[in-house]
């Protein structure tokens, strides 16, 4: 069992930065896919970002290349997602999940078993 807790979102202007966390409690997440999701009101799931420690290439969605980034720490406990450039349209609750490795497509939130509570992100124009 892998529980989640996100933090660091919050209310922030067009063009700003916020860095999630996802931190892990009881365990690493060395042997796990940890991805980033996220949902605004009215619209489905939608995938931001994915990487797994043992490769570190990180996956990202169209819609966020070369504005966010994820990574982890050393302790292999706590992932992030650094946001930059920040538009209004990236207002959503964000969930941070993870999964074992492999099986299934690591775009698709069902794949991914453990979730966390979200955290708000609103981006103000």
């Known amino acids: 069992q892998v529980q989640l807790v996100e933090s660091g979102g919050g209310l922030v202007q067009a063009g700003g930065s916020l860095r999630l966390s996802c931190a892990a409690s009881?365990?690493?997440?060395?042997?796990?896919?940890v991805g980033w999701f996220r949902q605004a009101p009215g619209k489905e799931r939608q995938f931001v970002a994915s990487?797994?420690?043992?490769?570190?290439?990180?996956r990202y969605a169209d819609s966020v290349k070369g504005r966010f980034a994820i990574s982890g720490d050393n302790a292999k406990t706590t992932v992030y997602l650094q946001m930059n450039s920040l538009k209004p349209e990236d207002t959503a609750v964000y969930y941070c999940?993870?999964?074992?490795?492999?099986?299934?497509?690591?775009?698709?939130?069902?794949?991914?078993?453990?979730w966390g509570q979200g955290t708000q992100v609103t981006v103000s124009s």
């Open positions: 999940a993870a999964r074992s490795s492999y099986g299934g497509s690591v775009y698709e939130g069902a794949s991914y078993p453990y």
């Open positions: 990487m797994r420690w043992s490769t570190g290439t990180p």
């Open positions: 009881g365990r690493t997440l060395s042997g796990y896919r």
